[in-house]
């Protein structure tokens, strides 16, 4: 199959030629592909050509169908990117980033007891007093932190403890500088933005890597087994 018959087959697919003959003219076609009357009419006839679609014209209008070997090439694109899609995901994630402190609120929360029993329950550690917080510099490590937002993670549950809402996070077990065992935080509610990655582990980072604020550190990431 042509790549450039995939925009037109999934189009099909969605408006439900799969199953039955669609009413469809070649100039609506082509403005749900953004493509012109002309380039959409040709799509269609090369496809017909080649077995993927039949056309069938009955009462002054036109009607697609796919066959057996369009609905077959649907299945098999949709089988490639599946796999793709799932290699993806079980993928280690690296993110290098500098060091650089913060405002000292990660001590505050990591050790209210509404989160540190939570993170002892579902991450089988009780973190150091603090977050780890690194900047990532690189657009390609931005874009990995990005993705963090759209992933599964183990759920830290918000709470309340009388006075206040506290509120939830996403944690991704992780591999820290190649020897410790830690967690990268995705909380609801933080002033970070995606230049911002935040740690925590069950020791002080800065004293087991003699750590200093510029200083790398490299983390790997195991969304696969974040999954709860």
């Known amino acids: 199959m042509k790549a450039s018959y995939i925009p037109t087959l999934i189009e099909l697919l969605e408006l439900g030629a799969k199953d039955r003959p669609i009413s469809i003219t070649t100039s609506e076609l082509g403005q749900k592909l953004g493509k012109s009357q002309q380039l959409a009419s040709k799509h269609l006839e090369e496809m017909e050509r080649e077995g993927m679609v039949e056309r069938i014209r009955s009462g002054g209008k036109t009607y697609v169908k796919l066959t057996k070997k369009g609905v077959s090439s649907g299945a098999a694109l949709y089988s490639s990117l599946s796999r793709v899609y799932a290699k993806n995901e ?49 657009p390609v490590y931005r874009k990995v932190r990005r993705d963090l937002e759209t992933m599964k993670g183990i ?8 006075k206040r809402t506290y509120g939830g996070a996403e944690c991704f077990k992780a591999m820290l500088n190649n020897k410790v065992d830690g967690a990268v935080l995705v909380i609801e509610r933080t002033t970070h933005d995606d230049t911002v990655l935040e740690l925590i582990s069950p020791v002080n980072l800065r004293k087991q890597f003699n750590l200093k604020d510029g200083d790398e550190m490299r983390v790997s990431i195991f969304p696969e087994s974040s999954e709860a």
């Open 155 to 162: 759920h830290i549950d918000g709470f309340k403890d009388g």
């Open 90 to 138: 079980s993928e280690t994630l690296e993110i290098v980033g500098t060091v650089f402190s913060g405002l000292g609120e990660g001590a505050y929360y990591v050790s209210l007891k509404g989160y540190k029993k939570q993170f002892l329950a579902k991450l089988g550690f009780e973190p150091f007093p603090g977050t780890m917080n690194l900047r990532l510099d690189l």
